[in-house]
């Protein structure tokens, strides 16, 4: 069935160092890859996405990649700051599905 | 801008108690998504609805059912509230003409069930 896996779960940086979160998904058919940061307290909005017509995206700090043969997206956040320190959620569509799966998350904590 | 909004951000109700988790978008959004999350799952699913009145089923129905009486409005009911049931619960909306692009979505409402 459909699915969407992300790793890791918890991932703790230094102020300056990069960070990488990985996506797997199921459907080859995919073709609509949201990132979505989630702070306290706050509901979860889109910081990048990607569609499956390019391999890479990029947005001052954050860029995503996407390997449609191996069926993966990762997000990549560069010279992290503490503001980075949130929950990111991956998404991706499915053929025939009316919404869009989310991984699991993976909470970022940047130690200053 | 989108702006979705959830009538409370925390609530705290009794088992067996009715639930009502209100939604609200002023973008004339056709679709409205209703969500669940919980740690280590991730967001899951519950229903959606892509016109007034119309509802689909999602990935956990059971517990809940939902209400769309006005476009901009989509309410999530717990008929019975249970303990399994506390959670964060997120409303969301996409853009016009698609279910499965960007969602936009509310602040959350935090419920515990006791």
């Known amino acids: 069935g459909e699915n969407v896996e992300q790793h890791p779960s918890t991932l703790s940086v230094q102020e300056g160092d990069s960070a990488v979160i990985k996506c797997t998904y199921s459907?080859?058919?995919?073709?609509?890859f949201p990132w979505y940061k989630q702070e306290l307290g706050k509901g979860p909005q889109l910081i990048i996405d990607?569609?499956?017509?390019?391999g890479e995206k990029k947005d001052q700090r954050i860029a995503v990649t996407l390997n449609k043969t191996a069926k993966h997206f990762s997000l990549h956040i560069t010279e992290t700051q503490p503001e980075d320190s949130a929950v990111y959620f991956c998404?991706?569509?499915?053929?025939?599905?009316?919404?869009?799966?989310f991984g699991t998350g993976t909470r970022l904590t940047v130690i200053p | 801008d989108v702006k979705v909004t959830q009538s409370s951000r925390y609530l705290v109700k009794r088992t067996g108690e009715k639930v009502f988790l209100e939604c609200v978008q002023d973008?004339?959004?056709?679709?409205m998504f209703w969500y669940r999350q919980d740690p280590g799952l991730g967001l899951r699913l519950i229903y959606f609805?892509?016109?007034?009145?119309?509802?689909e089923k999602g990935d956990i129905p059971e517990g809940y059912s939902v209400s769309r009486e006005k476009k901009e409005r989509f309410s999530l009911i717990l008929e019975s509230a249970s303990t399994n049931q506390t959670s964060m619960y997120l409303c969301?909306?996409?853009?016009?003409?698609?279910?499965?692009?960007?969602?936009?979505f509310g602040p959350g409402t935090r419920l515990t069930v006791l």
């Open positions: 998404a991706a569509t499915f053929t025939g599905a009316n919404n869009l799966f």
């Open positions: 459907d080859s058919a995919s073709n609509y």
């Open positions: 990607i569609r499956s017509n390019v």
């Open positions: 973008m004339d959004h056709e679709n």
């Open positions: 609805s892509y016109d007034v009145k119309m509802k």
């Open positions: 969301a909306s996409p853009p016009p003409g698609t279910r499965t692009d960007t969602q936009y």
